[in-house]
Structure formats: C-alpha cells, structure tokens
C-alpha cells in the first residue's frame, strides 16, 4: 500500500492521537504517538493498515527521554513508530497481545536501556550475564565503557 | 520425487577412481589469487605522515611516528616517518591503502601470520 | 511422566556456536524448550557510537561470518541515504553480485551443515566440496574468503575485469550443474528424507504470528522477501527473479526452498554480469553525515536484515540498532521444537541456519539426584582453577 | 603336537595377534573407502598412505589420562570395556577358518558353534548398556537405552537370517554348513534375501550409520562412550573393529562357502570375502543418511523380520524339493 493510503487509514482509526506521521524516503514511514494508546496503534497497524510483520524493538536513550522504535513492515513499506517515555520511571506497555513475536526484542530492550515492559510474561535477562549488575543499563549515553589498552612486550 | 534407496551410489561409486578434491595442505599449497588481501606493508619514502591510515584503522593496529627530520641544502626540510604495526589486532580489511593519499602502504600476499611469540606480531617499517 | 531437564549447550557437538537450550525431555519426545542467548554478545552496538563511519563499516562486517556482505550492505546504503549521495549503477550492480554470491556460499553450507546433523556426512563432503568454487570466486573478486570488505559509502571498492567476469560466469555455470542433483539427492534418498519430512512443522499462521523469517517463513507459504518487497542496491533496476515459496512447512520444505534460492541466486548473477552497466563504480563520500535517522533493510540468507542508524552530524554514529535474521527465528524454533523428538533437536535447529555470532554465562551442573546447582561463570573458573590446582598443576 | 596347535590357534592365527592386525587393517580399509567416496583423501601420513593410522589412534589412546567420573559405579565402570573385549575375541575362535576338518570335532568345532558365535557378538552391545548405565551421565544413560532399544529390533532377523543357511545345510556346525555349500555352490542363491539382512543387521549391531543412533554425535554427544576416555575408550574402538572383522567373517563363512583349502588358500579366502563384505559396509555407510530410533524399529519389524521369515520357509520348502 502507499503512503496516502495508510495514512488515511491511520488518521480515521486514531483520531487525533498521531503527533507525527512523515515520510522521509521512498518506502519509509515514522509515526509518533503518546505512549499511552501503543497498543491501539498497534491493533490498527495489524488489522486495518496490514502491516503483519514487525522486525525488532529499538531502544535508544535521547538525552533526557528514553525511546522504544517499533520497526513494522509489510509487502512494499515500512512504518517505525516511535513511543517516548521519561527517564525516572520507564514503563511501556508490552504489545506481546498483538505481536507476539515482541517477546524477544522487548527482553532485549529491558536488558539494554532499561524500559520495563507492562505484564510481560518473563522478564529474565536475553542477553546480558547473570551477574551483570541491576539498574546498570549499558545503551544509555551515561553509561561508558573503558577497555584496557592492548600491551606488547 | 520418487523414493530411490541408495540415491547416492552412482555419484558414489564413480569417485572411487576420482582424484581426490583435497590436498595436503602443509606439503601442497593451492596459491591465493593476485588481489588477496593480507597485512599491510609500508614505504617510509613515499609516507608523508599524515596519520589519515591510523585515523582509520578500525582495530588501531598502526601507528606512524616521526622517525627524523633533515634539511637539505636548500632549505626543504625531509621528514621520514616509520610505521608500527600490529599484526595481532589488524584485521586486514586493506582499508589503510586505500585511504593513503601518497599510496606508501600496499598489501602483501602473506596468510601464514601465526607466530609463537606475541612480539614478533609487531612489525616495524623503517 | 517422568520428565528431567536435558541440558544442550553452550558447548555440545550439535551446536556450531554457543546457546544454551534447555528442554524438558519425556523418555524420547520434547515437552518443552528454553533457550539462554548472550553467549556471543560483544557489545557491537556499543562499539558503533565509539567509532567512526568508516571503522564501523568493518565493525559491523564482523557481526557475522557468513553474512559478513549483508550487515556492510544494509549499514552502507542506510549511511547514504543520510548523506545524499546515489552509488553509480556499475556499483550498485557489483553490489548485488556480491550478495548473491554470498547467497550461494551461505546455502551451500547450510546443505552441507544440514546433512551432517542428520548423519549423511557424505551429503556435506560434496555440497562443500561445491561451494569451494563459490569460495574461489569470492576470493579472486574481492581479495578475502569471508569478510570481503567491498561495500563503501557511494559505492564498492573493486571492480570487476573482463578476465575474472568471465571465471565468474564459469563457475556459476559449473555450480548451476552440481545444484539440481543436490536437491534431487535431498528429495529423493530415503534415509535423508525420513528424517526431515514432516519435522519441525511451522503452520504459516504461526509463522505469521512469531514473526519468523527468510527461508523459513517461505518454507511454511509467506512470500515475505525483502529483495522483493523493498528493492535496494541494484534490485531497484528491476533484476529479474522470482520469490522461492513451498507449502509443506518442515524441514525438508526448507532444503527444497533453500535449494530453488540457489538456482534463482545463479539466474540473478549470470543476468547482472550480462548487463553489467560500464563506468564509475564509486562516488566520493563526506566524512560527516548530516543529522537525521533511516531504517535500512536487505534480505540475508537466514531472512531480513535490518539496521537502524540515527547521526547527530558529527562523524561518529548516535545509534546504531542492528537485528540479523536469526533473532526473529528463534520464538518459531521455540514452537516447532515442542511435541518433536530428542533426535530431531539438532535437524530442527540447524533449519532455521541459526547464525548465534549474529545473536550468557552460566553452566547447570546436574548430579544423578536431581538436584542442580546453577553456578555463574565465575565460580565455574574458580572451581576449574582449584580443581586442577589440587592436583599440582599451577594456574 | 595338537597342544602347539590349539596353543597357535589361539595366540596367533585366528586369534588375538591375528585379529587384532587384521582388525586395525580393516579399520583403515573402511576409512580409506570411506574417504574415497568421499572424493578426499583419509589418512596419509602415518605408515605408507595411512596404514598404521588405526594403531597409531590405539597407542595414543592408550596413552591418554584414564578419567572415571566420581559418581560412576567403579567396578562396573571398569569392568565393563574387558568383558566386551574377551566376548569378541572368543567370538573370533569359532570362526572355520584353518584347522577344520568334517571329522576333526575340536573345542572351535563342534555342533551349534553358530549359536555360540551369534550369541557372543551380541554380548557386547549389552556391555555397552551396562557402560551407559555406570557412567553416572544424562547423554550416557540415554545412549544406554537406545542401545537396548536397538538391540531388540535387530537381533531376532539377525537370528532368522543366520539360521537360514543352517537349515538348508542341515547343520549346525559351520564348518559343515560352509562344506555343504562349497559342494552345491548354487544353493548359495536361494539365501541371497538372509545375506542382504544379515548385512543389514551386522551395520546395525556394529552401530554404524544409519543406524549409529546409540552413540550419535550431533543429539547424545558419545552415547554410552561419553565418559570414558584413555585406555577403556581405546578398548571399546578395538572391540568395535574386532567385532567388524568376526561379523564380516562369519557372514563370510555362512552366506559366501567358507574357506575352502587349508591354511594357505583358507586365509586368502577368508581375506578376500571378509573384504567383500567391509567393502559393502562402507558403501552403507557412505550412502545412508541416520535413522530415528523409531524409524529403526519400524524398519526393522516391517521389513527385515518378514524378509528373513519369507528366506526360512523358502528354505524349507526348497529343501523339501532338492533332497
């Protein structure tokens, strides 16, 4: 579909919730919208605008606001929507209802930046060690990681 | 597709009398073609110093430092510059030639680089 | 039902790279599967934001051996879009060459891993043997087996002369030969084919709803492929090809997708090495790349690869998000492993070509009596250590 | 006299030196065709074109550290790798191979050897469940069972298949059996369905692909031999080895009219046919891909059973006819 035609559809089913809907490049599309309504969005991604796949979760730590892009696609475009959430008390709500591919990519965004998923089923970690400390997110800006120099005799 | 038990025989048994596809690697050696890329090895004449190779070394496997500067008799000055070279941490990705604005580093055809004492991994071009 | 938990991993012979699975085994039949990931975690999107465009253009070569091409493609072309600038279309044409060569090196290995799980080393002996000509190839066009280094911004780094067009078109004519019996082989030789039909089954409803991609999503009927949907590099000059998709939805479908990729993966090379457009391969590109984000997508050959790189205008990346393929198979392999056999675990595995480098630390110790220690790393050292230390060998 | 005899039929010819050189020579055999097949190369290094790869595997392992888990059963454990191993070898002494003779009844000679002989083989894939079950790991105790489960699919058409000839012999002696069918070469024919199962079964008792399930690398790690390492693993691969030569030897001597001539031409023979049938072995091996378990069983009660039970009544009636 094009990006008249979704935009059309997106602008009935959430009236007035988009903050953002652009298209940057040929086949690309970013929607912004309060964190609040995600899974609604979501619903109405999958159902009316049909995007079925959703690729991954990108975590990324804006400074003062932590952020969780949504990468969906279907056949000819893909939409990335954007969720914001502040960075004292990071909580998205878990869209597993409507993907539940998700279940991966938002472990993965917990372990990594540090947005804790609502009612995810388990939230243990996917790819950091057992040991590695609690609260210490290594994808936030303040976080730095100092590797010792290389010596050769 | 139909069932065929022993589908494989024939291919099978007409290898038997088939020179086999393998060699023995130490005793035989199959060459590497004219492009390959192994480590990087430098011309101190042509380098300039312009420290644009290690700015770009992905894995900071070099290093360019001045090694003396004369003044010939009518007054230009001559730098020479000496690379040291890491061949542990390089990971050959020629990326160093290809930005050398004076083309002083080209890479060789070496893929043997296994050495037993890690300081014979650091090479120097004089 | 007398159920105990059957560790697989981090280390076991089935596995080419560290996971760790643990599967709730009744007698022969899996009730359920976990799986730990994290073992090959390096921190690769760390490493992005600490180094340059061009360093990071090597670092993320490096994510994965066998799709080295795909991840310098996809962030290559992602980091143009944010500068502006357009590859000429020689480049972009050499770009999708090395693609589908790089297609056809990964399926020939995947055959061979494939029949190795199930115990047909023979089957693995000839598919590799093969795919030594695609490795020739690879090597005399770009200079490195693996790891090729030819995608740049605004272009790719090593064109192509008459002499080695020619030695390309040989070899692809030779593998184009060799392909069709391998797949007539894997369809049609009992023993194989008992023990990867109708295993590992992944309805498209499922498929759909896991997310799952690649040659696996096509094996159970989505025709979801990336070179199709979102054409890049040189498959926007409309490439002639056709996306492989089977219904059956198993392993064997799978082997009979990856195979047909194969003879579509010759087609496209012998039809981009026809037409190959003549003139610059390369366009100069700026050290700093203007603010701004892009999503940029390619098809691997484990399925969509696709990265996501935000700049602030300096020459250091703020965000670089990369998900390989193998990430978005597990949750299906998750599914297809339940209610199969023990023995089917590794042929279930290896379908998906599960590439870990692309995607933890702990170790279960399981006495007889059922109780287990979980111990982390750390102590598993230490307890190697004193162990051997007792016995009067200094550590 | 007889003493030395029975003494160097024991020690030397068809006994321990004898088989263990030759065993070690048909290892390197079925490597060599193995790898042929293969379009590559097999060993080459020790010995001229690898020759004494098999024995130069037998002394390092011999040399390796011997481990035994702490939670394993120790006298089992270690006793397990011998009883295999002496199994074999007596197997081995039953074979007709030089000093027979229709009249001389010795102790390798005598009325229901091939029970004897067919039973001794089968002894060792007991000893590998009992290897499995001692060695106190998860991989080794399902590897132990497998073996037990595979032993029930193939052992009852092994059984049918070796009996067939015998009953069309009318013998139990198996010097006598390979007598009768060096005198009636074409009676050999009639048991061309029990020498295909025979061989079929002879893959699956020696545990090799396809039916190499009990120990399969890529889902049990080593099977029952997970845990075991030096000097026993070096006895388990030899057992393996030995247990290749009596079976191809006594398949030799039933479906093939033994070894004809004394000592000599008998051992030439006995090389020869044994050769014939490592040759097919490998040619199993090379071919197939491995089995489930399930599907062994299914394959082997569909198929072999019924294949071997068809072979004895066609004897049967066929001997009717021909007496």
Not at chain 3, 133 to 148: A, P, Q, T
Request: hydrophobic residues 45%; glycine residues 8%; contains cysteine.
């Amino acid at each position: 579909m094009t990006f008249e035609e979704i935009k059309k559809i997106l602008e009935e089913n959430l009236k007035g919730k988009i903050k953002e809907l652009v298209n940057p490049f040929p086949r690309r599309m970013t929607l912004w919208v309060d964190k609040a309504d995600a899974v609604e969005t979501c619903r109405a991604l999958k159902e009316k605008a049909g995007f079925y796949h959703l690729s991954t979760i990108t975590g990324r730590d804006t400074g003062d606001k932590l952020e969780a892009l949504y990468h969906f696609a279907q056949n000819g475009m893909a939409l990335t929507l954007r969720l914001q959430t502040d960075r004292n008390d990071p909580k998205l709500p878990t869209t597993i209802a409507v993907y539940p591919g998700a279940i991966f990519y938002e472990r993965e965004v917990h372990d990594l930046v540090g947005i804790n998923f609502e009612d995810h089923p388990d939230m243990r970690p996917l790819v950091l060690p057992d040991e590695w400390p609690q609260g210490i997110y290594p994808l936030r800006k303040d976080w730095h990681y100092n590797r010792e120099k290389g010596v050769i005799e | 597709m139909s069932l065929r038990l022993g589908a494989m025989l024939p291919e099978v048994l007409k290898h038997l009398f088939k020179k086999p596809a393998t060699v023995q690697y130490p005793f035989e050696k199959i060459g590497v073609p004219k492009g390959f890329r192994g480590s990087p090895v430098m011309d101190p004449n042509l380098c300039i110093g312009c420290q644009l190779c290690v700015k770009d070394c992905p894995s900071e496997a070099l290093e360019i430092h001045k090694e003396s500067e004369s003044t010939d008799e009518a007054g230009k000055v001559a730098k020479r510059f000496s690379m040291t070279f890491y061949l542990d941490r390089c990971s050959h990705c020629a990326q160093c030639a290809e930005i050398c604005p004076k083309k002083a580093i080209h890479m060789n055809t070496e893929f043997e680089d296994a050495a037993f004492d890690r300081g014979a991994l650091k090479i120097v071009y004089k | 039902m007398s159920t105990f938990i059957l560790p697989v991993g981090p280390q076991h012979p089935a596995l080419k790279e560290p996971t760790s699975f643990r599967f709730l085994v009744d007698g022969e039949t899996v009730v359920d599967a976990d799986l730990r990931l994290g073992y090959n975690h390096r921190g690769i999107e760390k490493g992005c934001e600490e180094r340059t465009y061009i360093q990071d253009l090597y670092l993320l070569e490096r994510v994965c051996g066998i799709c080295s091409n795909v991840h310098m493609t996809v962030f290559a072309q992602g980091v143009e879009k944010l500068m502006g600038i357009e590859p000429p279309k020689r480049g972009l044409f050499i770009r999708c060459l090395m693609g589908e060569l790089e297609r056809v090196h990964s399926h020939l290995l995947w055959l061979g891993v494939a029949g190795h799980e199930v115990g047909f080393d023979t089957f693995f002996m000839y598919t590799w043997r093969d795919r030594e000509i695609v490795e020739d190839i690879l090597e005399m066009v770009s200079g490195n087996r693996v790891n090729y280094g030819m995608q740049t911004f605004g272009g790719v780094r090593r064109d192509l002369d008459e002499m080695q067009i020619r030695k390309v078109l040989d070899g692809i004519a030779a593998l184009k030969a060799r392909t069709p019996y391998y797949l007539n082989i894997g369809a049609s030789e009992p023993t194989l084919v008992a023990r990867i039909a109708g295993v590992g089954k992944l309805p498209k409803a499922k498929a759909l709803e896991l997310n799952a991609a690649g040659p696996t999503t096509r094996a159970s009927g989505v025709d979801f492929d990336v070179r199709k949907d979102d054409p890049y590099a040189g498959f926007g000059e409309h490439i002639p090809f056709n996306i492989v998709t089977d219904e059956g939805g198993d392993v064997l479908a799978r082997v009979v997708v990856r195979a047909k990729e194969l003879m579509e993966s010759y087609n496209i090379c012998e039809y981009i090495l026809k037409n190959l457009p003549s003139g610059e391969i390369r366009v100069k590109a700026p050290r700093k790349v203007p603010e701004g984000e892009v999503v940029s997508r390619a098809e691997a050959q484990r399925g969509e690869c696709i990265h996501y790189i935000r700049s602030n205008g300096t020459d250091k990346p703020d965000r670089v998000k990369v998900r390989a393929p193998t990430l978005a198979n597990w949750p299906a392999t998750l599914y297809m492993l339940r209610g199969g056999y023990v023995a089917d675990i590794p042929i279930v595995m290896a379908a998906i070509d599960p590439c870990l480098s692309c995607t933890d630390r702990m170790a279960i110790i399981t006495d007889p009596k059922g109780n287990q220690k979980v111990w982390n790393w750390e102590t598993l050292r230490q307890y190697g250590i004193d162990f051997y230390r007792k016995r009067g060998i200094k550590l | 006299m007889d003493i030395l005899k029975i003494f160097l039929y024991l020690l030397v010819y068809p006994g321990l030196l004898f088989l263990f050189v030759y065993s070690t020579f048909v290892e390197w055999v079925d490597r060599k065709l193995y790898a042929k097949f293969q379009n590559r190369m097999g060993p080459m290094h020790t010995g001229s074109h690898g020759l004494l790869q098999p024995i130069a595997d037998f002394v390092k392992l011999m040399a390796k550290e011997d481990i035994v888990p702490k939670e394993a059963d120790k006298k089992l454990f270690n006793a397990v790798p011998i009883l295999a191993l002496t199994s074999v070898l007596t197997a081995g002494l039953l074979l007709p191979v030089w000093h027979f003779s229709d009249t001389f009844q010795s102790a390798t000679s005598f009325q229901g050897d091939i029970i004897v002989i067919a039973y001794l083989l089968s002894l060792p894939s007991f000893a590998y469940f009992l290897a499995g079950w001692a060695s106190a790991s998860m991989y080794a105790a399902i590897g132990g069972v497998r073996v037990l489960t595979l032993l029930f699919a193939y052992e009852v058409p092994m059984f049918l298949a070796i009996l067939s000839p015998a009953v069309m012999a009318g013998s139990w002696r198996m010097a006598e059996i390979a007598a009768y069918y060096q005198a009636h070469p074409w009676h050999l024919l009639i048991n061309i369905f029990a020498f295909a199962v025979a061989v079929i079964t002879l893959q699956a008792k020696l545990e090799r692909v396809p039916f190499d399930i009990p120990h399969a690398e890529t889902e049990v790690v080593g099977g029952a031999f997970t845990e075991y390492s030096g000097r026993k693993l070096a006895m388990f691969r030899l057992l393996a080895d030995i247990q290749m030569v009596v079976g191809a030897g006594m398949i030799a001597a039933l479906f093939m009219g033994g070894f004809p001539g004394g000592l000599i031409p008998g051992f030439i023979w006995f090389i020869l046919k044994t050769l014939i049938v490592v040759f097919i072995l490998a040619a199993m091996r090379a071919v197939t891909a491995r089995l489930r378990i399930d599907q062994m069983i299914s394959f082997s009660w569909k198929w072999l059973a019924p294949l071997a039970l068809l072979q004895l009544v066609i004897v049967i009636f066929l001997k009717g006819y021909l007496q």
